[in-house]
């Protein structure tokens, strides 16, 4: 166990070292370990650093544990937009109901790229999201609208048709 302990704070060490290779290298390694990772990386989300926390989001990203989404819908709300972004392109790959909430709030950010990650991740999640998108349709600012009408394009769940049609004759270039 303690060999493990060792291990484990020399890959968090690789992990947090600011050198992207060996960052993005020791991921496996880190999966490798299971539920201690998991736990270490969980502490390392607290860091006072975005790029800490960034590759902690990264990592978690890698795991095939259920309990991970949980994680990526905090950092949805951490105050450092990429880190934002890292934790909505992870939840397109752990699509999970729990997220709806976070990531509609996303599409509303200044932040394009987060946005548009949001709505990737939501129309992952597919039929659940489709009647949260609608009201974001109905009821955002443009930019949010707009991604939620590329999601629900993407999903192709019929209940969509009648507010797209109207989106459709709104006299908006944007839309």
Same mark, same amino acid.
């Given at each position: 166990?303690?060999?493990?302990?060792?291990?484990?704070?020399?890959?968090?060490?690789?992990?947090?070292?600011?050198?992207?290779?060996?960052?993005?290298?020791?991921?496996?390694? /880190?999966?490798?370990?299971? !539920?201690?990772?998991?736990?270490?990386?969980?502490? /390392?989300?607290?860091?006072?650093?975005?790029?800490?926390?960034?590759?902690?989001?990264?990592?978690?990203?890698?795991?095939?544990?259920?309990?991970?989404?949980?994680?990526?819908?905090?950092?949805?709300?951490?105050?450092?937009?990429?880190?934002?972004?890292?934790?909505?392109?992870?939840?397109?790959?752990?699509?999970?109901?729990?997220?709806?909430?976070?990531?509609?709030?996303?599409?509303?950010?200044?932040?394009?790229?987060?946005?548009?990650?949001?709505?990737?991740?939501?129309?992952?999640?597919? !039929?659940?999201?489709?009647?949260?998108?609608?009201?974001?349709?109905?009821?955002?600012?443009?930019?949010?609208?707009?991604?939620?009408?590329?999601?629900?394009?993407?999903?192709?769940?019929?209940?969509?048709?009648?507010?797209?049609?109207?989106?459709?004759?709104?006299?908006?270039?944007?839309?």
């Amino acid at each position: 166990m303690n060999n493990l302990m060792h291990d484990l704070h020399s890959l968090l060490g690789e992990l947090t070292s600011h050198h992207d290779e060996r960052a993005e290298a020791v991921i496996p390694q /880190l999966i490798a370990c299971g !539920e201690s990772a998991i736990q270490a990386l969980v502490m /390392l989300l607290g860091s006072e650093s975005a790029d800490d926390r960034w590759w902690a989001t990264r990592a978690l990203a890698e795991f095939a544990d259920q309990e991970v989404f949980q994680y990526l819908i905090k950092m949805l709300s951490d105050e450092a937009v990429e880190v934002q972004q890292c934790a909505a392109l992870a939840l397109k790959n752990h699509p999970h109901e729990d997220a709806i909430p976070a990531l509609i709030d996303a599409l509303s950010s200044p932040d394009n790229i987060l946005s548009r990650l949001a709505a990737n991740s939501l129309a992952a999640i597919g !039929e659940p999201a489709v009647m949260p998108l609608l009201d974001v349709v109905k009821n955002a600012a443009p930019a949010a609208r707009l991604e939620a009408v590329r999601a629900l394009a993407l999903i192709g769940d019929q209940r969509a048709l009648p507010v797209l049609l109207e989106v459709c004759k709104e006299n908006s270039v944007m839309m």
